[in-house]
Nanobody, 122 residues
Framework: QVQLVESGGGSVQAGGSLSLSCAASGRVFSSYTMAWFRQAPGKEREFVAAVTRSSINTYYTDSVKGRFTISRDNAKNTVYLQMNSLKPEDTAIYYC???????????????WGQGTQVTVSS
């Protein structure tokens, strides 16, 4: 089992960039697929991006393709989300998650961080 702690959220103007990090405790980080989800006020938590255990494959929701990049460093037990060209609709609490498979479904991830707020102003 891992524990996850996100950092790097904040406020930025539209068109700006932010980089999120998620640090994992435990020695089995490399055995998990890692993902980022987000939840805007009044909306369901939605999939943003995922990276497989050895970084061979990455997956993105359509609305962030070309703007966001997910990556991981297994030596540092950390997963990252680089967010560029941010839009007001990217405003949400961003959560990292760990699970056995790279899917878009919340139920397939069994460990979650506490979330970090990202606010994009127009």
């Amino acid at each position: 089992q891992v524990q996850l702690v996100e950092s790097g959220g904040g406020s930025v103007q539209a068109g700006g960039s932010l980089s999120l990090s998620c640090a994992a405790s435990g020695r089995v980080f490399s055995s998990y697929t890692m993902a980022w989800f987000r939840q805007a006020p009044g909306k369901e938590r939605e999939f943003v991006a995922a990276v497989t255990r050895s970084s061979i494959n990455t997956y993105y929701t359509d609305s962030v393709k070309g703007r966001f990049t997910i990556s991981r460093d297994n030596a540092k037990n950390t997963v990252y989300l680089q967010m560029n060209s941010l839009k007001p609709e990217d405003t949400a609490i961003y959560y990292c998650a760990a699970g056995p498979l790279a899917t878009r479904f919340r139920a397939d991830y069994n460990t979650w961080g506490q979330g970090t707020q990202v606010t994009v102003s127009s």
